[in-house]
């Protein structure tokens, strides 16, 4: 039998689990009519496919030479199904040796051979492989491109996805290949989201599509989503990847014995979780394992509910829980399986067995962690094997990535040096010949003595810290392994932010310099990370103006089809800046409204919550509505008042419900209603906007709503008098005042002290400041009595920099004095005298009593008529 069209789309269409593998290879090798097949292409190309066979030997066999484009492409598909064998061979090897998986570009141009094939084929090949050819194409193109999460192999991840359908097979081995490129570099690159849209598109296609999608493809797609899930920063996120991965096995119709192997699987994934284990918002760690294990235990079946209580009764035996809280863990598990008739005897036995010795030592110092040497859940073994039918090729090989961080055995404590002369706090595994205990070392020490050392108020402390820190930094940064030098470069931002802290920009930016160098020939993610933020550093601190614009400029080239979670942080507060930094117009509108839509895509992605993302998004959206106004862009307004009413916390506090109504709301209302001048979208979209703040208005409760009234009050005073200067402030004092009063009954300290009040701060300052630019004496005294007897500057975040500004002002015999209205005066040297301090105003202090005094007197002629 020759090559043929149905032969080729059934080689596309082998199933990914072995055990079906190898059963149809068989079918395969039969032929239609049962007779062996004894074409040698068809035969090699079956050999390709084959786990049992030497791929080094297939690969070595002659073949005659294609004569028509159906043997060329058997070629074409066997030789990328062997580049791909060998690639994985490589990348053993490289892993061996401490050096991190790599792509196959030569699998890239035979892909891309494969597809022009196809399409200048279609006669000879049939619309049906050649549909088929372009999907196997798209789909190892994806899989061994550079950059996994790029839009340009996702768009080819989509095209092999949505060439599944029940009448044309999809090439799902090489879709394993592509979605197992994808889930690691998620990882790597902080981008859950993307795995999240990637595999929610293919629930799509399974839902919606037409077709359904694979069992086993579903399955490895499952097996990889525990990646994703453990390695989160996001818990929230992380259960949601778990929940969706589960999702997709029910759609599939997983057999329930593989399907609950992965629901246990995607359990455990989800309690190695960092950020599951630190949040407190999260709850207490053990808590969430209950409720999970709960879930499952109710809802698998009777070999999926005792391997479920036998790993995660071991894995909290492991952990060091006191061993009440074990105990009671384990009783509500075993009471749930026992309720639905599904515990096995031997895992009964085993939990009575534990809480026996568990018992024994609840009353001694000896650490329950200790117990788990003598303390085990045995399980019948009936599910979760790979010797018991789960399918090894496409589970996730923990072997792969040796040197993941166990935060729960960071040591806390510096260690002993292994040779003399070595700082305190290395361990010892730094300097050992195998480069997996180096790395691991290196992973351990993160969140060690020395890694929260250099964040110590103790000088000695941090000395010593920053040492340790140096040391593995240099030893793994010159490491001529991958992996150690990955584990490494967290020590040197560790140092940086260290150094920061304490304001040494000097140490800092030396260090930015240090790194930056050290780095520049790396390409690993984590080298390439720690070097970008280097250059960010640098930019935002070094006094030299040129370094700092070749910093800059080496940020906007790192940024450059780079989609890591950094890079979309980074890249949002890059183009506020430039935005910031625009003249006044249409263009600065439009790139501050990117810059809006940026921070908005950012907000999940800072893995450390380092930004106020919440904050900057409600602060910029109110002012890109003005600026949009200004320009006449409504559509722009629109867009900011929609981000801004999705971004509102529940409940709104007042200091936003006061920007809600005095700003956004108000500037909606004045685009102009006819829709031939503004366009109909637009003015749907604006009344549907004034509807919903005005719903959002009505809702608030009422001590943030009577502190937004007083805010309003303010803030139209302001602009009276910025309208009329000689218009009177005297209510303006007055609506502070009462929002002032009511600022310590906002619900929660957070509103007090960083929104309402810092609003209403912020507002009052804005007001001074527009006063000084008129040079009008009485107007300044009155806002400064505004500022001061009402207490907001203890709620601004420059307010004590502002009083020692005042101060200084106040021995300014050509400032405050210069008021025509003494009593104002008087008042305010009054306000202004308790707020003196030495440390800060020392050197206007002479001048500031002397004009106090003055004022005071009342001198004739010391006050100029205005």
Not at 138 to 146: S, Y
Not at 612 to 622: E, K, Y
Request: hydrophobic share 40%.
């Amino acid at each position: 039998m020759a090559v043929t069209s149905d032969f080729l789309i059934s080689w596309l269409d082998l199933p990914v689990d072995r055990a079906d593998l190898t059963e149809a290879l068989a079918g395969l090798r039969r032929g239609p009519d049962g007779s062996p097949v004894m074409d040698p292409v068809a035969n090699w190309l079956i050999d390709t496919a084959d786990p049992d066979r030497d791929q080094s030997e297939v690969a070595g066999t002659e073949l005659p030479d294609p004569t028509d484009a159906l043997s060329a492409a058997a070629r074409l598909i066997g030789r990328v199904q062997l580049l791909d064998h060998a690639n994985q061979a490589e990348n053993h090897q490289r892993l061996e040796k401490g050096s991190l998986p790599r792509p196959s570009f030569k699998i890239l141009s035979e892909a891309s051979d494969l597809v022009s094939l196809a399409r200048d084929h279609v006669d000879t090949l049939g619309p049906d492989l050649s549909h088929a050819l372009e999907a196997a194409s798209a789909a190892a193109q994806a899989a061994h491109t550079l950059e996994p999460v790029s839009t340009a192999s996702r768009k080819m991840l989509r095209e092999a996805v949505d060439a599944m359908s029940a009448d044309r097979p999809a090439p799902r081995r090489w879709l394993v290949w592509s979605f197992e490129a994808l889930a690691r570099r998620t990882v790597t690159a902080g981008r859950p989201d993307i795995w999240q849209e990637e595999v929610g598109y293919l629930i799509s296609r399974c839902t919606a599509g037409g077709g359904g999608c694979p069992p086993d493809l579903a399955q490895a797609v499952a097996a990889f989503a525990s990646m994703v899930v453990a390695s989160d920063p996001r818990w929230e996120r992380a259960e949601r990847t778990s929940d969706q991965a589960e999702m997709l096995l029910d759609l599939a119709s997983v057999p329930t014995e593989g399907a609950d192997g992965e629901r246990l699987r995607l359990a455990l994934a989800y309690f190695r979780n960092p950020d599951l284990q630190t949040d407190p918002e999260a709850g207490p760690w053990i808590d969430n394992v209950d409720r999970k294990v709960l879930d499952l235990v109710g809802r698998l079946d009777e070999n999926g509910v005792n391997s479920t209580i036998a790993d995660c009764g071991n894995m909290i035996l492991s952990v060091g829980l006191p061993p009440e809280r074990v105990i009671r863990s384990l009783q509500e598990w075993g009471a749930a399986a026992q309720r639905r008739d599904m515990l096995d005897l031997s895992v009964a036995s085993s939990i009575d067995d534990v809480i026996r010795k568990l018992h024994e030592v609840a009353g001694d110092t000896e650490d329950t962690a200790d117990t788990a040497d003598t303390a085990e859940i045995q399980d019948p073994g009936e599910t979760g094997d790979a010797e018991d039918g789960q399918n090894t090729e496409v589970t996730p090989d923990a072997a792969r990535t040796p040197w993941t961080p166990d935060l729960a055995d960071s040591p806390h404590r510096p260690s002993e040096p292994v040779l003399p002369g070595k700082p305190q706090g290395v361990p010892t595994g730094l300097y050992s010949d195998d480069f997996n205990v180096r790395a691991q070392a290196l992973a351990d020490a993160r969140g060690g003595w020395a890694f929260n050392g250099v964040l110590s108020s103790d000088d000695r402390e941090f000395q010593a810290a920053v040492t340790a820190c140096a040391e593995m930094y240099e030893r793994g940064v010159h490491d001529d392994t991958e992996v150690v030098r990955e584990q490494s470069v967290i020590y040197a931002r560790r140092i940086i932010s260290g150094f920061h802290r304490r304001g040494d920009t000097q140490e800092c930016d030396r260090w930015c310099r240090k790194v930056i160098d050290e780095t520049a020939h790396l390409s690993t993610p984590r080298c390439v990370r720690a070097r970008f933020l280097a250059l960010w550093d640098l930019a935002m601190t070094s006094d030299n103006e040129q370094e700092r614009a070749r910093a800059l400029s080496d940020v906007g080239s790192a940024l450059n089809n780079n989609y890591s979670d950094y890079a979309a942080c980074y890249g949002a507060m890059l183009t506020r800046q430039r935005a910031a930094e625009m003249p006044p117009g249409p263009e600065r509108v439009v790139e501050k409204v990117r810059a809006l839509d940026q921070m908005v895509f950012a907000e999940p992605l800072d893995e450390w919550e380092e930004t106020d993302w919440r904050g900057l998004i409600l602060a910029n959206a109110p002012e890109i509505i003005n600026d949009a106004r200004q320009v006449g862009d409504a559509a722009a307004m629109v867009h900011c008042a929609s981000v801004f009413l999705d971004w509102l916390e529940e409940p709104v506090r007042g200091g936003n419900l006061h920007v809600l109504n005095y700003q956004v709301r108000r500037q909606l209302q004045v685009i102009p209603a006819d829709p031939a001048q503004t366009g109909a979208r637009v003015v749907e979209r604006r009344d549907a906007l004034v509807a919903r703040a005005t719903a959002v208005l009505d809702a608030a409760e009422p001590l943030p709503r009577a502190f937004a009234g007083a805010a309003d009050r303010f803030a139209g005073e302001a602009d009276r008098w910025r309208a009329d200067h000689s218009h009177n402030l005297s209510a303006a004092r007055t609506a502070v005042t009462e929002a002032t009063r009511i600022l310590p009954d906002l619900e929660g300290e957070q509103d007090t002290e960083f929104d309402s009040g810092g609003f209403l701060a912020e507002e009052v300052r804005n007001l001074m400041n527009d006063i000084m630019e008129t040079d009008d004496a009485t107007a300044l005294v009155m806002a400064t009595i505004i500022y001061l007897e009402s207490g907001v500057y203890r709620y601004d975040d420059i307010g004590w920099s502002m009083v020692g500004g005042l101060v200084n002002a106040g021995a300014d015999p050509a400032a405050f004095i210069t008021c025509r209205d003494r009593d104002l005066v008087l008042e305010l040297y009054s306000l202004l005298e308790p707020l003196v301090d030495e440390g800060r105003d020392g050197a206007s202090i002479p001048g500031f009593r002397r004009m106090s005094k003055a004022a005071s007197r009342r001198a004739k002629g010391m006050f100029r008529r205005r």
